[in-house]
C-alpha cells in the first residue's frame, strides 16, 4: 500500500449539495493532486496543492475548490453537486511537484450524487 | 489541449498469450509514466520513460517511449491472470510538473 488514505470511502449526495473529501498525503510528500475518475474513464487532473499553495489547476469549474493544510494533508469540496460530479475522486501524493516525481495514489472517494 | 490517445480500448487474451497498448500524445512528453488499475482498485505506477526511444523492461512487461517523445507502449509477455487491469499511460500536463494527463485507458482480461 502506499500509505495515502481518503476518506470517506463512499458517499451519498443529492443533487446541489455540498460535499468535502479528504486525504492525507504519505509521509514526507508535500505535494497532493487530485482527480476526478468517471466509470470506464481515465483520471482528469483537477487541481494540485504545492506547500499549502494551489500549483496547477485542470479544466474544472470553481465551485471545485481545496485546501492542503501544514501538515500537506488536503481537502476537495464540491459545491452545487451535479449528476455529472459522481465518479472516483483520488488523491495522490508526491514528494515534490517536479515533472519526474512519482506519484502515490490513494484507495479514493466514490462519490454518488442523485 | 492536450489530448493522450490509447489503443485497444480493450483486448481480451488467453493466459499465454502476448499483449501490447500503444499510447499517443498530442504534444510531446518531458515523461511518460504507466500506471495500472486492477478492477475496484486505484492507479499504481509502474515505471516512467524519460529518454528519446528510451526502452525499459519490468520481468514479462517491456516499455518504450518514441523517438518524437510522443508515443509509448507497453508489451506483455505471456500474460497471466494476475495481469487484468486497466493500463493507462500518463504524460505532465501543459505547464509541466508531475501533474498528469492520462491516456485513455486499455482494458485487459485474460482467459485461462
Known amino acids: 500500500e502506499t500509505g495515502v488514505t481518503q476518506s470517506p470511502t463512499h458517499l451519498i449526495k443529492t443533487r446541489g449539495q455540498q460535499v468535502t473529501l479528504r486525504c492525507s498525503s504519505q509521509?514526507?510528500?508535500?505535494?497532493v493532486s487530485w482527480y476526478q475518475q468517471a466509470l470506464g474513464q481515465g483520471p482528469q487532473f483537477i487541481f494540485q496543492y504545492y506547500r499549502e499553495e494551489e500549483n496547477g489547476r485542470g479544466n474544472f469549474p470553481p465551485r471545485f475548490s481545496g485546501l492542503q493544510f501544514p501538515n500537506y494533508s488536503s481537502e476537495l469540496n464540491v459545491n452545487a453537486l451535479e449528476l455529472d460530479d459522481s465518479a472516483l475522486y483520488l488523491c495522490?501524493?508526491?514528494?515534490?511537484?517536479?515533472?519526474?516525481?512519482?506519484?502515490?495514489f490513494g484507495p479514493g472517494t466514490r462519490l454518488t450524487v442523485l | 489541449g492536450q489530448q493522450v490517445m490509447q489503443i485497444p480500448q480493450y483486448q481480451h487474451v488467453q493466459e499465454g498469450e502476448d499483449f501490447t497498448t500503444y499510447c499517443n500524445s498530442s504534444t510531446t512528453l518531458s515523461n511518460i509514466q504507466w500506471y495500472k488499475q486492477r478492477p475496484g482498485g486505484h492507479p499504481v505506477f509502474l515505471i516512467q520513460?524519460?529518454?528519446?526511444?528510451e526502452v525499459k523492461k519490468q520481468k514479462r512487461l517491456t516499455f518504450q517511449f518514441g523517438e518524437a517523445k510522443k508515443n509509448s507502449s507497453l508489451h506483455i509477455t505471456a500474460t497471466q491472470t494476475t495481469d487484468v487491469g486497466t493500463y493507462f499511460c500518463a504524460g505532465p500536463v501543459d505547464g509541466g510538473g508531475n501533474k498528469l494527463t492520462f491516456g485513455t485507458g486499455t482494458q485487459l482480461k485474460v482467459e485461462l
Open positions: 520513460l524519460v529518454k528519446s526511444g
Open positions: 509521509s514526507g510528500h508535500n505535494t
Open positions: 495522490a501524493s508526491s514528494l515534490k511537484a517536479g515533472a519526474y516525481n512519482e506519484q502515490f
